[in-house]
Nanobody, 115 residues
Framework: QVQLVESGGGLVQAGGSLRLSCAAS????????MGWYRQAPGDQRELVAA???????NYADSVKGRFTISRDNAKNTVTLQMNSLKPEDTAVYYC?????????WGQGTQVTVSS
């Protein structure tokens, strides 16, 4: 129903920045929420940031003040600007979108922060 294409992961030194983008396409044209999750080896997948169609945002405490989530409802894209990256931010980051009767996950993009 919905395909998600993520981009922007990579390797960066501590203190650096990365920008993740996710574009949604398919038969669903409006999403209640769009967001980013991450999963480090041995850990559970956790919410990083989410944004509703109305622009309300929610951030994990660990990223508040460093990460900013935004979305373009017309283009069905969601972006995560990550600043002041730390080694503990290293993980696979997954885009997630939700609509009235379902949701979809992206394939994941690796973010590695070296110390």
């Amino acid at each position: 129903q919905v395909q998600l294409v993520e981009s922007g992961g990579g390797l960066v030194q501590a203190g650096g920045s990365l920008r993740l983008s996710c574009a949604a396409s398919g038969s669903i044209f409006s999403f209640n929420a769009m967001g980013w999750y991450r999963q480090a080896p041995g850990d559970q997948r956790e919410l990083v940031a989410a944004i509703t169609s109305g622009g309300s945002t929610n951030y994990a405490d660990s990223v508040k003040g460093r990460f900013t989530i935004s979305r373009d409802n017309a283009k069905n894209t969601v972006t995560l600007q990550m600043n002041s990256l730390k080694p503990e931010d290293t993980a696979v980051y997954y885009c997630n979108v939700r609509w009235l009767r379902g949701g979809s996950w992206g394939q994941g993009t690796q973010v590695t922060v070296s110390s």
